[in-house]
């Protein structure tokens, strides 16, 4: 037994011991999650599958205690999730021979998606004042690493976490990770990054600490560090303003990451970034980047009007957790299909959003999102560049209505529609639609 389960054994047991104390189960909330999720993405040229397409129910079963009683109080939380097929082929559920799985689905051997695929997770709790230490099934969401949910399961990470409210405005967050659980598995793999052999290049220790300071009640600063043994070094600062300009308020996200090659990746090929590395045989290399954006959003009488600016220096892409199975990163431009985060590219967005609440119609919402990047340079392995001042662009639309009241309250209905297109060689154009319907159920 590891390290990290063993001492959950032991906090388990303890809470055993004081399961009956007050607080424990008064304080307890339990809900079931119920998400019937589709998706269909249409390749639009090159070689291969021209459809991916899946569908499929989804269970979220979530229970969380209160704490016993006492100076330390002790609790556990788990999270139970199943994923139950309704359709999908092995020409059409989007796996291929170096994939962990399907679109949605983890894959046979033989390529074709199983009929469902479950995981249960548990964490053990203690908290003493404000602050609160949590050991086993984490979902963390900071800068540095960032749970993804947007398939029919979440993902979710192996490890411990410590967050603290002590000080007054100051909220600080640190921990470790040691495995993760992609969306569509039922298995903890190692951690990696896009572009190394993430089955034979992976670490088991990924790190990270920073903290919130609300200056004012309008401006946050932020601060991050993260981590991820053998591949990359990465610190985050970030200023969130809110600011009241007439009838509305404009809200400004100033971010910036630094990242830079550790160990492995700084020599070893398997562990190396893409990129852009002319000369080199793969194309690939160490772990080099230097991330700024700006996001500016306006919100007023239920319309929210919004541009941003990203630009991605250095020789690799932009780094994070991604072991290829379905990833989230905390980049402005963290899109339905691409990210925008390649090696020396530069990219602009504006997005429209509008609540129907101010008209009449609670709980339907609607927003629109397009991103156009360029001066994307790659290498492939000839050494020789591929492309030259290349761009890429991602039109994103997004139409939601969650039931406000009455016997159907809180059913949601999502309809999630992006096209992106490319000049870069050899690469694919995408359509992709999702459809989802969701529901929350609460037990205690």
Sequence with gaps: ?????????????????????????????????????????????????????EWGQGFDLRFISGYTEGTVGFGIDA???????????????????????GTVFPSKSNGEAVDNFSSLGLTAKAKISQTELKLGTLQPKNPVI???DGRLLPQTWQGGQITSGEIKDLTLVGGQIEHVKGRNSSNNEQLSIGGANAR?????????????????????????????????KQHFLGLVHNWAIGPGVLKSDLRYFNSSDDGANSNTAA???NGNYNGVPSGKGPVDNNLYSGLFLYTVAGHTFGGGYQVSNGSSDFPWLNQ???????????????????????????????DFAKVGVPGLTAGA??????????????????????????????????????????????????????????????????????YSIPLL
């Design 271 to 273: 562990y190396f970034s």
């Design 146 to 148: 960032s749970t993804n």
């Design 79 to 101: 999270i139970g999730l199943l994923g139950v097929r309704l359709d999908s082929g092995g020409g059409t559920n989007g796996a291929t021979a170096t994939s962990y799985g």
């Design 200 to 232: 034979v290049a992976n670490s088991n220790k990924f790190i990270y600490a920073g903290g919130d300071y609300k200056i004012t009640k309008d401006l946050t600063a932020q601060y991050y560090y993260g981590n991820l043994e053998d591949f990359y």
């Design 1 to 53: 037994m590891n390290k990290p389960n063993l001492a959950l054994a032991v906090a388990v047991g303890i809470l055993a011991q004081q399961a009956g104390a007050a607080g424990f189960i008064e304080d307890s909330k339990a809900t079931l999650g119920l998400r019937n999720f589709y998706i269909n993405t249409d390749n639009r040229d090159g070689a291969g599958a021209n459809k991916n397409e």
């Design 324 to 354: 290829g199975d379905g990833s989230s990163n905390y980049t402005i431009t963290d899109m339905q299909i691409q990210k925008f985060g390649r090696a020396g590219e530069k990219t602009w967005q504006v997005r429209y959003s509008y």
């Design 369 to 438: 999102v397009y991103l156009k990047g360029g001066d994307i340079d790659t290498v492939g392995t000839n050494r020789q560049q591929v492309a030259s001042g290349a761009s890429e662009w991602e039109r994103d639309f997004t139409l939601a209505y969650v039931v406000p009241e009455g016997s159907l309250k809180n059913v949601g209905v999502m309809w999630k529609n992006a096209t992106w297109r490319t000049d870069i060689p050899g690469v694919r154009d995408q359509d992709e639609n999702r459809l989802i319907l969701s």
